[in-house]
């Protein structure tokens, strides 16, 4: 019998790994699929004498994230699509102040109120600043519910680190399904990075005033301020990108897929290979940053894509940006909340190939 | 080894927890596992369906197309799952509620009267457990070889009352194939 | 106690909260042993007889499923 | 043999996705049966809200609007101006209403709008699966208040009283809060909804009727034993009546 | 020769940005003059809102946090729960309070979050060039009242008297009104927001002071003018003084 | 004495351009720098006894705009950056119901409350849905107050045609600089195109009811929504991209930028003539539809480009997506509210062509 | 009248809105004839022995510009 | 013929309405006109500045950032101002409130005691229309050959009582140059 494994729900997991990463306060508002988080919260943040609100709404939720994350504490909301949308003020505040949190998207489909299946059509919203503004922060897409706690997790010491908020993004299937999970061991609050920017404590740390905000209406100092942080993003973007490869090296096709979708283009995957087709799976990890220096390097090598989404095609244009017409970039998506099979997949794949 | 199954029924009928005791048992016995539900937005009543899959290697989709193996536990569900179980796979029938023949020729139906052997046991509600021993042994992707100790880390204290009747119930269901 | 009343329920339409029984102030109402296709066990009209057309059961009905008829 | 209680015309006659005991369903037949005494079917307009009623335009066969969860209001608002003469009708539930949309109905309240809020106040979010909600009583179990709603210790505030929050606004004019909880109840409810309508109608200005309901699903109890609770613990706070009314039929 | 009244050790010596009367620079002054008297310069924090106060970190000689127009509220919910033991004070314009964050402020307060709102009310939105407020009176011009705000015709809704609206919540437990029109109400002014910080410490729940405050600018009169105008006008219609006190020391 | 031309602000022809358009209903919040607009219309719009409300916020006007658009107004709502952030899921609701309006961002610069000088940082917000799901809505950028006024007055009959919304991308300095204007004729509102989609009326009509919603649980359904929608897109790109071409036929460089970016480059241009350089302008009108047919096109003709603006750089990556790799494309940005000025747009245009 | 006070006016930090001016209850200050380094005219201490220290000038300055000393 | 000006004084001078009537009278010549305004937060005092452009071509960049001429009303305008205006252009100083000389050589500095010639008039709030004047005058760039007239659709109604000494700044500034 496996040790240590425990059967969670993907928002359960994201929601025991942000408690072990050292959550302090969570702030969210009830939204289906990611429901189970925010109860899990409530029962687990409470029982550990920590903050749970829910708030009044996702505005709210966000703007006390930004008030605790100022206060130096790990903070964190989730919501899905809707719900994120109207947090898109907020998200650009953060950023602009540079502050560390943490928000998770159990993602649905969309527009308006959609509906309450699966989406992958937040993609762009997530990863080019749906909110006002130059700015970019961490998107973390999670393929199964070990992953989903596992990036959870880390979230927040790459947001802590970098200054700069870290999203996850997670569709309802990825959210509401169970799967075995290994849990990260719990951080001890007092021993999380310093946050010397914070405000609180100034006569006990006995340092100068702190100042919070991302006002600056003085255009060249703006400016300066945006380029700094576009010199951070610059460095994220050299070491910090992160994908999975399955069987790329000798693939004709590489489907390119997150989160369910690559999950599903797993399975096409096998299936192509029964049959004896070359068809491999590149599965960005990080969605911002975007693996764009290795989807050129593979372009080069005279492969052919096909991004595969929950979305009418989204991330495919950053697949192309980063092929930038070295080789095909197909596209097959499914959206509404359908879930596309492995057989879809697989068909479109040996269209391509024409096989 | 993989098996991916659909469990459809009606709400109430213990679909969810059947799908998410089969998986924990598969996880107990060292298997990857996935669930998932179909969730709705009705409160009540309606539909009730989870993909289940137990897999001796990595699980790439956790959304089961074409299952190894169906289990039909009331009427309403036998066309759905009739339509997507794949070729010469089993089709398990909680034949209490359905009283219809499948229309394929080519599936393994495999007839389990569960409401009565739960009834016999003493309690309509552990239906979901004569099917999850039936889907075990027609199967054979989860042993079930140390059923009580694992259903003792499944259920919270409180619960462990009823764990004798649960094993019962997945003995009928195992005897039943 | 002059006005008969009779009512009707529409058993399919009928979710079998039994609102209606717990208001009817002469009994006419009870639940019904068999479902209807939905799975839900109606109430229905066991007392036709003492119903004096008072309304309540269509008043508190959350499904239009109860009419009421005076005699 | 002479119909003495039926179908309103304004209500199709199908079968609701509401669970057994739900209070949405009455409060809709209510609706139907003023809009059929006002002979207003033809110019209805009612905003279903983001909740468990999301699908009342399935069931009210009248034009109908579905906005953002709690922009309902502003939503009424831009279909009133519009459309001056028209009955419409913004119908709101708790979570709605009193969390994410406080802004909303507030200021619309305040401007005096002259459309009707229905509030189905059933002390929980009964779509999302029970949460709290901004009228959940304390001590009251939601999944987000575990142990029960605790205004002190876990911070989680104290139910709200809309309406008496309402009536300090200058733009208000008709508040009413009624209950479905029994049928005398339900029948003054329906007066409540009556006089707003009319209100309304005259151009009078902001009306609104609270009404308590049951959600037997999220509160876990039989529809009856739901009655009940609803009798012991939301009326005792949420005092029946009507908390404010200066329409000009009142100061006659 | 012995200092009777003197700058404030909370608050920097410099120019502020503020217009010549405006009122938001006797507002920053007294609450530094209660921190100092409190002692509590190291352990206060303010959320400056978006309105001409955004700047007030420049001034206040403690640390603060800006967060977006009308979170102000949401924002130090945060903070005061990450940080129980400091002293939070919540600045906000009525633009802030009253329009936009509705929602924030309203349940906040519900929630007893237990910091202090300092509501500057100058029945008018000063950073963006004068636009009608909640509070605006009727008849009052702004740029987006241009014939006066015209709460019936037009629909403009009526003057908001805030904390008559938030003494309806559970949570609050002290809210007073002051104003700084003159030296004596200024100097109750001073005591309002001395018992609110001093409760605050204390953990007793939601304590706010509004003030009203003029701004000559978007009033469009000189300084002295815009006092009488304060007087004549605002403080018939938001009456001054405790309009809820159940703190503890009071209760005593 | 030219006639009929009227000096104003940019941020009041679009307001009279609106009202002339017959937009019956508008709803506002203050922000800077678009005050003026929200104040014309508080003027204009009671004196002629249209709706005109200051809401409670920009979440609140948006779907105030959503409620007048379904009741079958002409509706518009303006604001600027964050703003229009928080209009993003209004926007994805009216979206998703197939609803006209117009929607104007007199933007600034961001992230966070940022400055609010004149920004170019909006257009992914504005071009790729800053709200959830897959869609998309008109985006036009003018340059000039004439053009403000034109593509405003336009926007609305674009809209109606198309059951989607248009958004005016206008930066702080278009808002806010004054020029001539020669305004478009006044539309009767009696005579504006019918909605037979929208609420009211309905026993007037004597049509069977409306509903106007976005909500569709069934996957395959929604699905088959978004995807018509998409086929009105298709159709969009087809025959509604629009541009400007300034020297472009013989240029070595393209300049490619909107909005004051164009104005600042057409100078530059100007300036590089003068000295013998072969550069050119390409101004997009619609930023979506994004003329990437006629970029490709010019692309496929051995020029190089540089994109203009006053962001980090965010146009240039459809410039980037249409090009496909076909052509060299550079980038030149300034942001926090800073106006490059036409020196250093040709320095960067000297730097790519070596001389 | 027993205490008697002296004020100081902080020409550079005044913006001249005579709020001061108007509040002084013995006419001690007065708007100065001479703009300071911003353009304001500041107020300014006309009648130096008339100060009863009140302090009504530092309160309703808004600028922080006055400070009251008691004699 | 394109003439861009920067025009920087402070609040209350009439540097906006300078800049704005300046280009007013350019449309009414039928020339292409554009007017930029410096927007800062403050609502009163500080820093008034615009950018100008009357041209017989379409304006590209309405932002002027080399004028043609500049015209410094206060003290605090000079350095910016001097910084910026092109190789040998037109620098026009309100010699009433600047004492101080420019340092740049290469300019054609004209010097208008502003503030003076309009206190004459009687109204040292024209101030700007001396200038306008003077503008006009060294740059050729508007006629102002039908002044009054334009002023008059300028204007509305209420103000036309100030036409006339607006119309005697106007040649003041003219004449003093
Ligand atoms: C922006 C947004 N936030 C959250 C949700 C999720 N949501 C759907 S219904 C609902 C609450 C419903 O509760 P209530 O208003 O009380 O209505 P009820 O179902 O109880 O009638 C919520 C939070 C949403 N759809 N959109
Ligand atoms: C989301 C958002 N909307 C609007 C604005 C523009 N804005 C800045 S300050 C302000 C109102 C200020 O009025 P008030 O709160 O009364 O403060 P005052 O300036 O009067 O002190 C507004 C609307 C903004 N910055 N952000
Ligand atoms: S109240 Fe209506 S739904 Fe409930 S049992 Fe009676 S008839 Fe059926
Ligand atoms: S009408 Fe009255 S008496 Fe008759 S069945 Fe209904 S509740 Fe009972
Ligand atoms: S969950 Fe509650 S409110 Fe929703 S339909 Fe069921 S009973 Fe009604
Ligand atoms: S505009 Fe009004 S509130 Fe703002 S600084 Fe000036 S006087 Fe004060
Ligand atoms: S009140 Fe202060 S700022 Fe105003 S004139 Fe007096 S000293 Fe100067
Ligand atoms: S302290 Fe009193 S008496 Fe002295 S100057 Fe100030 S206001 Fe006048
Ligand atoms: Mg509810
Ligand atoms: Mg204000």
Redesign the pocket.
């Known amino acids: 019998m496996a040790e240590d494994i425990r059967l969670m729900k993907g928002n359960e997991a994201i929601a025991e790994a942000a408690i072990r990463a050292g959550c302090r306060a969570y702030f969210g508002?009830?939204?289906?699929p990611q429901n189970e988080l925010t109860a899990y919260m409530a029962r687990h943040m409470l029982d550990r004498k920590r903050t749970f609100i829910q708030a009044e709404?996702?505005v709210s939720a966000i703007n006390m994230v930004y008030g605790a994350a100022a206060a130096g504490a790990r903070s964190m909301t989730s919501?899905s699509s809707?719900?994120v949308s109207?947090k898109q003020e907020g998200i650009s505040y953060i950023c602009g102040a540079d502050l560390p949190a943490v928000i998770v998207n159990v993602a649905r489909s969309g527009p308006g109120?959609g509906g309450i299946s699966p989406g992958q059509a937040d993609y762009f919203q997530s990863t080019r600043g749906g909110g006002h503004g130059d700015y970019y922060h961490f998107v973390l897409a999670p393929k199964s519910v070990q992953e989903a706690a596992d990036l959870t997790y880390e979230a927040f010491d790459l947001s802590d680190e970098w200054r700069i908020p870290a999203m996850i993004l997670a569709d309802g299937l990825i959210g509401q399904m169970m799967e075995g999970v290994v849990l990260p061991a719990e951080r001890e609050l007092s021993k999380l990075p310093k946050r010397p920017y914070a405000v609180g404590d100034q006569a006990k740390q006995g340092r100068p005033i702190n100042h919070v905000s991302s006002i600056n209406l003085v255009p060249l100092e703006l400016e300066a301020s945006v380029r700094a942080r576009f010199e951070r993003y610059a460095k994220i973007k050299e070491t910090l990108v992160r994908y999975e490869e399955t069987q790329v090296e000798d693939a004709d096709l590489v489907l390119v897929a997150y989160g369910t979708s690559a999950r599903v283009s797993l399975g096409a995957l096998q299936e192509a290979r029964k049959a004896g087709l070359k068809v491999g799976l590149f599965r960005p990890i990080t969605l911002w940053p975007f693996p764009e220096k290795r989807l050129a390097e593979l372009a080069g090598k005279g492969k052919r894509f096909l991004a595969v989404e929950m979305s009418m095609g989204q991330m495919v244009e950053d697949v192309r940006l980063a092929v930038n017409g070295k080789a095909p970039v197909e596209f097959y998506g499914r959206c509404g909340g359908v879930i596309p099979t492995e057989d879809e997949v697989l068909a479109a794949a040996r269209k391509i190939l024409g096989k | 080894m993989t098996e991916k199954t659909f469990i459809a029924g009606f709400g109430g009928q213990g679909v969810i927890s059947l799908g998410q005791l089969w998986v924990y048992l598969g996880m107990k016995e060292g298997l990857k596992v996935t669930f998932f539900p179909f969730y709705g937005a009705e409160k009540r009543g309606g539909i009730a369906r989870a993909s289940v899959i137990v897999s001796t290697d990595e699980i790439a989709s956790p959304l089961v197309t074409k299952p190894d193996s169906a289990v039909v536990m009331n009427m309403d569900s036998l066309p759905i799952c009739e339509d997507i179980v794949k070729e010469g796979g089993y089709l398990l029938v909680n034949s209490s509620l359905v009283k219809v023949e499948p229309k394929r020729k080519d599936l393994k139906v495999v007839k389990v009267p569960c409401n009565e052997l739960a009834e016999k046991i003493g309690d309509v509600k552990i239906a979901n457990m004569v099917m999850m021993g039936a889907l075990a042994k027609v199967t054979g992707a989860i042993k079930m070889d140390k059923l009580e100790p694992v259903l003792k880390t499944f259920f919270p204290e409180s619960k462990h009352k009823y764990i004798p009747s649960n094993l019962a119930a997945v003995k009928a269901g195992m005897d039943a194939v | 106690m002059a006005v008969k009343g009779k009512t009707e329920i529409d058993r399919e339409r009928c979710k079998g909260c039994l609102l209606c029984v717990r208001a009817c102030p002469t009994k006419v109402l009870d639940v019904d042993e068999t479902a209807n296709s939905w799975g839900y066990y109606p109430a229905k009209v066991a007392n036709p007889d003492k119903c004096i057309a008072c309304g309540n059961c269509y008043l508190v009905c959350p499904d239009v499923a109860v009419t009421v008829y005076k005699l | 043999m002479e119909l003495a209680y039926g179908h309103p015309k304004s209500l199709k006659p199908i079968q609701t996705k509401y669970c057994p005991g739900c209070g949405?369903g009455v409060i809709h037949r209510v609706i139907a049966e003023v809009i059929d005494e006002l002979g207003l079917q033809g110019s209805s307009i009612i905003t279903n809200?983001?909740?468990?009623?999301?699908w009342a335009d399935l069931y009210f066969d009248f034009d109908s609007v579905q906005p953002?969860?709690?922009r309902t209001p502003a939503a009424a608002t831009g279909i009133k101006r519009v459309l001056p003469d028209h009955l419409v009708i913004c119908y709101?539930?708790?979570?709605?209403?009193a969390a994410?949309g406080t802004a909303e109905i507030i200021h619309a309240a305040n401007r005096g709008e002259k459309f009707t809020t229905i509030f189905?106040n059933?002390a929980?979010?009964?779509?999302?699966g029970g949460?709290m909600?901004p009228t959940t009583l304390v001590g009251q179990h939601a999944t987000t208040a575990p142990y029960g709603r605790d205004p002190v210790e876990a911070g989680m505030g104290y139910p709200i009283r809309v309406l008496e929050m309402l009536a300090t606004l200058g733009g208000t004019k008709y508040l009413a809060r009624g209950s479905v909880n029994n049928a005398a109840n339900i029948r003054k409810t329906k007066q409540y909804i009556k006089k707003a309508f009319e209100a309304q109608m005259r151009g009078e200005g902001f009306t609104m009727v609270e009404i308590l309901s049951p959600?037997p699903t999220n509160w876990s109890m039989g529809a009856g034993e739901s009655v009940e609770w609803l009798e012991k613990n939301m009326i005792p706070f949420y005092a029946l009546g009507e908390v404010k009314n200066t329409l000009e039929e009142a100061a006659k």
Chains 1, 6 share one sequence.
Do not use: F, K, R
């Not at chain 4, 929980?124 to 999302?128: A, E, F, K, V």
């Open positions: 508002y009830p939204i289906t709404s996702e919501s809707p719900g109207l109120l | 949405h809200p983001v909740g468990c009623s999301i953002a969860h709690g709101q539930g708790d979570g709605d209403l994410i189905v059933n929980i979010y009964g779509m999302t949460q909600a959600c």
